[in-house]
């Protein structure tokens, strides 16, 4: 689709949705239609005040393009809101979303790389490379008189443009994160990961699967943590099994069109973090940095991993975490590990990430915990 094109669709929405908002009035408190420019300097006005506990949905049509051809990015990568000039910052899950309101405010709206911020409360971090990118978002602000729910029931059934009932079906049919993880604030929301249960029904007597965090990306993105607060020494490693069914790219991870991988990962106490990547083509033992803005300081990846061979199959993985932190980083070592993290990217080149992870166990020596599933 070129851009006017894209822009003729989006004006159709903008209509459908100011259409919706008149013929649904009775069930919204406030509303509003605002534009949000990509990678705007600053926040935008969202167009309403918000009280505490207010139920809220947002509805965004657009995508921001950037200057790699054929790359761009929609709401669920790119578009995040916060309340008041403090945060905390939020992403959209999704082309859509829907919150309470946890403090009273302004609504604040965003277009930004998830690199860009220097803190929780939406400040843009220093160092961060103020790209060019073009486009916009078209967001439907709504405001609710009772729960989400019942609002975007009746909004839905006078929406033209399909959004308020996608949002319908995920509202209340959410991916919850898996038990004791949390996603990474930098990176945001994301429906990426949930937890499987063991005994799944159906299944033949003798072959219930054990249970497990699947990892479904589609073209998007997103970073779960778990964390934890332990020394890092010479015993100290990392194991998990994994069965990785689709990788996210065909072709070599280490650049930034193609960027889009299913890793495990490290963080530790100095800022870095160390991934454990199933790579398409790269070889076993390559080590290379990340190659995203901000993350190019943080991140390294290792390959462990590499084709389609395994593919489907249950794959057990042990590591040496300090050995291949002097590896790949070197320098001065870090004291303690403070997370382990799962990572998925698609967004690069729209395809699908298709994982399950079980048996997460990091320690050594000195102690350590078992993750899970």
Known sequence: MTGEECEQDREAVRIQWREAIGAAGSCLLRSAVV??????SGWVDGGVDLNIGEAVTLLAAGKVLTQLPGIGFGANMF???????????????????????RQAGRLMLVAQFPGAWLDQAGGLAPDWPRQAAGGSFT???????????????????????GYAAAEFARFTDPVQAPKGWQHLWRVGESGVYKDVPGNVQGRAPGTAAAPRIACRCRGGGGILKYPVDLPLDGSTRLSWLWRVIELPSQVAEDSLPTHDYLSIAVEFDNGQDLTYLWSAALAVGMVFRCPLPWWDKHETHQVIRCGTAELGQWRREDQPVL?????????????RIVGVWLI??????GGRGDCEYREIRLGGGAGGIDIGP
């Open 35 to 40: 534009e949000v420019p990509a990678n705007s």
């Open 344 to 349: 998925a990217v698609a967004a690069f080149q």
């Open 323 to 335: 050995a291949d932190y002097a590896k790949a980083i070197g320098g001065t070592p870090p004291a």
């Open 79 to 101: 578009l995040w809101h916060r309340i008041g000039t403090d945060g905390p910052i939020a992403k959209f899950p999704a082309s859509t979303q829907s919150f309470e309101a």
């Open 139 to 161: 967001v439907a602000v709504l405001v609710w008189k009772d729960r989400a729910e019942d609002g975007l029931a009746l909004f839905a059934a006078k929406d033209r443009s």
